[in-house]
């Protein structure tokens, strides 16, 4: 059983950085991908950038293209999502996730293990 931390969140200005990271309590193996999902309030969770444990493939939903980055350190267990120039509507509890598969057919349904969420807020 692999439990999952997630942190880093908190209020920032538009345009502004954060660094979410999420830590692992087991091996992850490579043919797993770790990746990151939002819900902002009143709506559904979704998707937002994914990274194989394995070969460090990404993929990212086209409304962060650009501007987020998902990295990771195996040493650790800790894989990280950049974000920046931040935007209001990026505001949302982000969740770090575990899913067996690719990075792109992440899903969540397919979601083996949730971290707790941390909120990120972006002011106008």
């Known amino acids: 059983q692999v439990d999952l931390v997630d942190s880093g969140g908190g209020l920032v200005q538009s345009g502004g950085s954060l660094r979410l990271s999420c830590t692992a309590s087991g091996r992850i193996f490579s043919s797993f991908s770790m990746g990151w999902f939002r819900q902002a309030e009143g709506n559904e969770r979704e998707f937002v950038a994914a990274i194989n444990w394995g070969d460090r493939r990404t993929y990212y939903a086209d409304s962060v293209k650009g501007r987020f980055t998902i990295s990771k350190d195996s040493a650790t267990n800790t894989m990280f999502l950049q974000m920046n120039n931040l935007k209001p509507e990026d505001t949302a509890v982000y969740y770090c996730?575990?899913?067996?598969?690719?990075?792109?057919?992440?899903?969540?349904?397919?979601?083996?293990?949730w971290g707790q969420g941390t909120l990120v807020t972006v002011s106008s």
């Open positions: 996730a575990k899913h067996f598969g690719s990075p792109r057919s992440m899903n969540l349904a397919d979601v083996r293990a």
